[in-house]
């Protein structure tokens, strides 16, 4: 009887894994064949299978490139992220009232939709003579990222005693050195948890990385991957193999990485 009332439960569960998994089965299936084949067969296995798409897509696209930009511009971007929204979880947790009446303002932003916001940082960013350029999605995804940030983070925060801090200060602790020394050691969970999170915005954006950069010296993964087709004439098997390639370092941090996201989350729920 408990087998037949988990039935419902395994079937979502069996829908969801074949929407999520099978799509991406036929995109590393797709790579593998030859343009011709793929048009004209897309659902069959190769005839040959071709590894040397890989290697046309890496270099006819300059995936090199590409992947360097979208490190160094998500990198520079949690880095940035962390920085201040532990700063501002720091502000929040010892500025009474009027710290928790601008924390629930920042915070909103999780609930706007992030292509609201796409005419005012275009505005912001041309205005301030930074279009086309790196720092403009670092900045932009800094800004974009930092009402979740902050919010994972101030959960941690929150949960340490003002007495501590206090106790510091009264040991001759300065605030910079208690920000640094004791504050960041204590929600290392928590950075960690909103950290990844963060990155994994940077890497899959592109809606911004698309309207705040035109040359392909600055683009991210993303938005080159997406040139495919216009640039290589419709070489789909290239774009897949493409796209596989900039999967797998993602899902490879993701599963590296998923111990400390599972854990800061838990433990920020339940200190929380």
Same mark, same amino acid.
């Given at each position: 009887?408990?087998?037949? /009332?988990?039935?419902?439960?395994?079937?979502?569960?069996?829908?969801?894994?074949?929407?999520?998994?099978?799509?991406?089965?036929?995109? &590393?299936? $797709?790579?593998?064949?030859?343009?011709?084949?793929?048009?004209?067969?897309?659902?069959?296995?190769?005839?040959?299978?071709?590894?040397?798409?890989?290697?046309?897509?890496?270099?006819?696209?300059?995936?090199?490139?590409?992947?360097?930009?979208?490190?160094?511009?998500?990198?520079?971007?949690?880095?940035?992220?962390?920085?201040?929204?532990?700063?501002?979880?720091?502000?929040?947790?010892? $500025?009474?009232?009027?710290?928790?009446? &601008?924390?629930?303002?920042?915070?909103?932003?999780?609930?706007?939709?992030?292509?609201?916001?796409?005419?005012?940082?275009?505005?912001?960013?041309?205005?301030?003579?930074?279009?086309?350029?790196?720092?403009?999605? &670092?900045?932009?995804?800094?800004?974009?990222?930092?009402?979740?940030?902050?919010?994972?983070?101030?959960?941690?925060?929150?949960?340490?005693? /003002?007495?501590?801090?206090?106790?510091?200060?009264?040991?001759?602790?300065?605030?910079?050195?208690?920000?640094?020394?004791?504050?960041?050691?204590?929600?290392?969970?928590?950075?960690?948890?909103?950290?990844?999170?963060?990155?994994?915005?940077?890497?899959?954006?592109?809606?911004?990385?698309?309207?705040?950069?035109?040359?392909?010296?600055?683009?991210?993964?993303?938005?080159?991957?997406?040139?495919?087709?216009?640039?290589?004439?419709?070489?789909?098997?290239?774009?897949?193999?493409?796209?596989?390639?900039?999967?797998?370092?993602?899902?490879?941090?993701?599963?590296?990485?998923?111990?400390?996201?599972?854990?800061?989350?838990?433990? $920020?729920?339940?200190?929380?």
């Amino acid at each position: 009887m408990p087998r037949i /009332k988990s039935i419902p439960a395994y079937a979502v569960i069996l829908f969801f894994f074949c929407v999520t998994i099978l799509p991406l089965l036929w995109v &590393i299936v $797709g790579s593998l064949k030859t343009n011709a084949e793929l048009m004209r067969s897309p659902f069959s296995l190769p005839a040959v299978w071709r590894f040397s798409n890989y290697i046309k897509a890496f270099q006819s696209a300059n995936l090199g490139q590409l992947f360097i930009n979208t490190i160094t511009i998500s990198t520079v971007s949690v880095a940035c992220t962390l920085l201040f929204s532990s700063m501002a979880a720091y502000a929040v947790h010892l $500025g009474g009232k009027i710290g928790k009446i &601008i924390y629930a303002v920042i915070i909103t932003g999780i609930f706007l939709p992030i292509n609201s916001l796409m005419v005012p940082y275009f505005l912001i960013a041309s205005n301030l003579n930074i279009l086309n350029t790196k720092m403009s999605l &670092i900045t932009t995804y800094s800004a974009v990222g930092m009402p979740l940030t902050l919010l994972i983070v101030y959960g941690f925060v929150s949960t340490l005693p /003002k007495e501590l801090f206090e106790s510091a200060q009264i040991d001759g602790s300065g605030f910079y050195h208690t920000f640094w020394r004791i504050l960041l050691p204590l929600i290392r969970p928590g950075l960690a948890t909103a950290g990844i999170f963060q990155f994994l915005f940077c890497w899959n954006e592109f809606l911004y990385a698309l309207l705040l950069t035109s040359d392909q010296s600055v683009r991210t993964l993303q938005v080159g991957i997406s040139l495919f087709k216009a640039q290589f004439s419709a070489d789909f098997s290239a774009m897949f193999a493409a796209i596989i390639m900039s999967i797998i370092p993602i899902v490879t941090i993701f599963i590296l990485l998923q111990r400390q996201v599972i854990e800061g989350l838990t433990n $920020g729920a339940i200190k929380g």
